[in-house]
């Protein structure tokens, strides 16, 4: 099947338009390469010209290209023969923002960016994922260069050689590149037999790219005899350029905000929900919102935001993105800080119109009337069998109340408060609806003999939120 989809994607690349024609090709100058004399030019340059391209080169020495040269870029291709690079970790965040923008990004030989070149600093896992996550894989290490612990694990039959290949026969260096897209085409996988759950993709696409690493891309019989490849070079670019996977992938969009103190790998869906959502077979992607608004390439199923403070950059920007997803048929899950009531950096607060237009897409309507007066908060009930402990009890001095109604007959309220001063108070901070869900960080733990507990049962919340 996959073989079938790998031939309709090269064939259909030709009838579809294209917004750009245009490839940035990355190299650097302190290996000992120029734009006339590099592996760009000298292994695929004319493949794709062949298939159309304008091909421009940029030396990653000379620092990083301008917004207006990336402005009309459609890819970028990079072939690097080092590990360390000027900037290494702004590189990673760089290119994380250039699949963001929806470019593809194209990965031969060395990914370059590693080490920093002016400090020596070898960049961590946790950077280099800032670029790899996204991009379809996890970079995980486990560096060896000892060969009898490396050995082939699979070739898939697209490529052009076989276990054989002399490429194959003696590996002597290995990082672990894990595969974490299910649309990802894996052609060229290794592992070391030291360690469990070792497999490395070394020649991969995937729906923002490709990466195909050296030395496993080609080599020379003989010092004078031309190249072989692994591949067919105009048809994996081919593919890599246009290779778009399954749109119905059970992808989830998890935002956190680096504002906030959040990071990639420490944030509060990464502690609390990952291990559900992948039981359930769903893929969680990272993003941080401080960076920038998601852009279509993720295709999620689901969005879920966990933020910590109330205020964000360009507030009303995101609440528009965030209230559009229902409407593409994409449910919103809401939990802790909504994360948008007021704009970070003038501190000023937004008008409630805009603010609905979020909550108000998955059926909730936010009426301010907050107040922390315990004495006018009155418990009202709750769904049972949801919360870990006695929710009476718990929340018998409840300090918190902010007016969330239900829009939706559908909707199954989890918890309902009201306030004993003004009318039609029920408020459902907790509440599933047919859109998504919301949770107010206020009822979502508690402080039990010195522990933070989770008040409600997040794991049959979710599962209930998701589709």
């Avoid at 690097?80 to 990965?107: C, E, F, H, P």
């Avoid at 996890?138 to 694990?153: A, M, P, Y």
């Avoid at 729906?207 to 004078?224: D, E, R, S, V, Y």
């Avoid at 989830?252 to 905000?257: D, E, P, S, T, V």
């Amino acid at each position: 099947m996959q073989k079938v989809i790998y031939l309709i994607c090269f064939i259909l690349c030709f009838f579809s338009p294209l917004s750009s024609r245009e490839i940035l090709c990355l190299y650097k100058s302190s290996e000992g390469t120029t734009d006339k004399e590099n592996e760009i030019r000298w292994h695929i340059h004319r493949d794709l010209l062949s298939l159309n391209y304008t091909v421009k080169y940029h030396d990653m020495d000379n620092g990083f290209p301008s917004d207006k040269t990336m402005k009309d870029m459609k890819a970028i291709v990079s072939w690097y023969r080092g590990a360390s690079m000027i900037n290494a970790k702004r590189y990673a965040y760089w290119l994380k923002d250039q699949l963001t923008q929806g470019m593809r990004v194209l990965v031969f030989g060395n990914y370059g960016a590693f080490q920093d070149r002016d400090s020596g600093e070898w960049m961590d896992n946790e950077i280099l994922n800032v670029f790899f996550t996204p991009f379809g894989l996890e970079f995980k290490g486990n560096w060896t260069d000892r060969k009898s612990l490396i050995q082939l694990k699979n070739i898939h039959s697209l490529l052009t050689v076989n276990r054989n290949s002399f490429i194959f026969r003696n590996i002597n260096n290995y990082l672990q590149f894990s595969s974490i897209e299910d649309e990802n085409m894996d052609l060229a996988t290794i592992q070391r037999t030291d360690i469990p759950d070792s497999e490395s993709s070394v020649i991969t696409i995937t729906t923002h790219g490709a990466m195909a690493l050296a030395p496993f891309i080609c080599w020379q019989p003989t010092p004078k005899a031309p190249f072989k490849y692994s591949f067919e070079r105009r048809r994996f670019l081919t593919t890599a350029l246009h290779y778009r996977g399954n749109p119905k992938g059970k992808k989830i969009l998890c935002l956190y905000k680096s504002g906030d103190g959040q990071t990639n790998s420490n944030n509060e869906i990464k502690w609390h929900l990952d291990n559900i959502m992948i039981s359930k077979g769903y893929k969680p992607i990272y993003h941080d919102i401080s960076r920038s608004l998601p852009k279509e390439i993720y295709m999620p199923r689901v969005v879920i935001s966990w933020f910590r403070s109330p205020d964000l950059k360009n507030a009303d920007t995101y609440l528009n993105w965030a209230g559009s997803l229902v409407a593409q048929q994409i449910k919103l899950i809401v939990l802790g800080n909504m994360g948008a009531f007021k704009e970070r950096g003038t501190e000023e607060w937004l008008d409630m119109k805009k603010i609905n237009y979020l909550f108000n897409s998955i059926g909730v309507n936010y009426a301010g009337q907050w107040t922390n007066n315990s004495k006018l908060i009155k418990y009202e009930s709750h769904l049972p069998g949801v919360f870990n402990y006695s929710v009476e009890q718990e929340l018998s001095k409840i300090s918190h109340y902010t007016l969330y109604q239900s829009m939706h007959k559908d909707s199954t309220p989890y918890l309902t408060l009201s306030r004993s001063d003004i009318k039609d108070s029920q408020s459902h901070p907790i509440i599933v609806t047919p859109d998504g869900a919301f949770a107010d960080g206020a009822y979502l733990f508690i402080t039990k003999n010195k522990k933070y507990l989770p008040l409600l049962d997040l794991k049959k919340f979710v599962l209930h939120a998701l589709p």
